[in-house]
Nanobody, 122 residues
Framework: QLQLVESGGGLVQPGGSLRLSCAAL??????VGWFHQVPGKQREGISC????????HYADSVKGRFTVSRDNTKNTVELQVNDLKPEDTGVYYC?????????????????WGQGTQVTVSS
């Protein structure tokens, strides 16, 4: 398992943007997923990127607003989140799996970060 560290969360007004980052030694080449969780609900897969960066998926709720990218030379994956809405509030987790194929469902991932809080409020 990897030790994933997320960063970049914070408080932002509706319509604002943030750039979330996920870093870990050995992350290069592994598929990474981003998940969103609010209290009382299950984690929702919102984006994932395959090990080489050519496979990318988004949940319908974030398409056109969020962009995932990676730099395997730096062992990082980033999620650019734009046009944020109050319903985007929650904890954002990144997760990694040993394979290069990415999925939007959590059981496929075996390494998780601690999460970063995003609050969208005026």
């Amino acid at each position: 398992q990897l030790q994933l560290v997320e960063s970049g969360g914070g408080l932002v007004q509706p319509g604002g943007s943030l750039r979330l980052s996920c870093a870990a030694l050995g992350l290069g080449g592994r598929a990474v997923g981003w998940f969103h969780q609010v209290p009382g609900k299950q984690r929702e897969g919102i984006s994932c990127i395959g090990g080489t960066g050519t496979m990318i998926h988004y949940a319908d709720s974030v398409k056109g607003r969020f962009t995932v990218s990676r730099d395997n030379t730096k062992n990082t994956v980033e999620l650019q989140v734009n046009d944020l809405k109050p319903e985007d509030t929650g904890v954002y987790y990144c997760a990694a799996r040993s394979g290069s194929v990415c999925y939007l469902t959590s059981p496929f991932y075996d390494s998780w970060g601690q999460g970063t809080q995003v609050t969208v409020s005026s």
